[in-house]
């Protein structure tokens, strides 16, 4: 079952503009990540916020946490056509849980 | 290499064929993960390794689906009798650890067209 959910599913922006996608969940959770995808590849990780943490700073990124409202954002600041890429939530659990839990994603695209 | 590798990149086969995809982690990588990725969508967690042994497989779909893991490396996940649902892109992916609390590596993964 999936745990996260981003939105917007689909963001169109123009290069040098901000670009921010939201992430929902349900469950308690021990950290909550943010990994991109191009288009025929891997998943990369982008950063990891832990549920402790309110804000977490990683170059152009940053990222949001309120475990209150069990939401997370995830903010690309001066964006890039080298950008455009899927982007996906994943909740890591607590106690025994073992795996990450990955929303649908937000597909982004950034336009020269 | 450096990262994960996956092979083959791409599979066709007809359906009812058995396939193996294979894994190669990070090495020192103690975790290793199977996901399984829909046109679209986002990932499905199909089982989890620990070292040799697979504390989680719960998100297996079937019978049909298994995986072994062996020496603490490799691992390979096998499809029998493949239906065309099967047809995917299997992602594996390694962490320093596992419990969820770690970034993960992912490889490109293997395009599963069942025909």
């Known amino acids: 079952s999936q745990q996260g959910e981003e939105d917007p599913q689909a963001l169109s922006i123009q290069e040098g503009e901000n670009a921010t996608m939201n992430c929902s969940y349900k469950?308690?959770?021990?950290?909550l990540q943010w990994y991109r995808q191009n288009s025929g590849r891997g998943l990369v990780h982008l950063i990891l916020?832990?549920?402790?943490?309110r804000e977490k700073h990683s170059g152009r990124l940053r990222v949001t946490l309120d475990t209150s409202k069990k939401s997370s954002s995830l903010l690309i600041t001066a964006s890039r056509a080298a950008d455009t890429a899927s982007y996906f939530c994943?909740?890591?659990?607590?106690?025994?849980?073992?795996?990450?839990?990955f929303g649908k994603g937000t597909t982004l695209s950034v336009s020269s | 290499g450096a990262g994960v590798s996956q092979s083959p990149s791409n599979k066709v086969t007809e359906k009812g064929k058995d396939v193996e995809l294979r894994c190669d982690p990070i090495?020192?990588?103690?975790?290793l993960y199977w996901y399984r990725q829909s046109l679209g969508q986002g990932l499905e967690f199909l089982i989890y390794?620990?070292?040799?042994?697979?504390?989680?497989k719960s998100g297996l779909p079937s019978d049909r689906f298994s995986a072994e893991r062996t020496g603490g490396s490799v691992s390979t996940l096998t499809i029998q009798r493949t239906q065309q649902e099967d047809s995917a892109v299997y992602l594996c992916?390694?962490?320093?650890?596992?419990?969820?609390?770690?970034?993960?590596?992912f490889g490109d993964g293997t395009r599963l067209s069942i025909l």
């Open positions: 994943a909740t890591g659990p607590t106690g025994a849980g073992t795996a990450l839990i």
């Open positions: 992916a390694s962490s320093v650890s596992g419990g969820g609390n770690q970034p993960q590596h």
């Open positions: 469950t308690s959770i021990n950290n």
């Open positions: 090495s020192g990588h103690t975790a």
């Open positions: 390794f620990q070292g040799n042994s697979a504390p989680d």
């Open positions: 916020i832990r549920s402790n943490e």
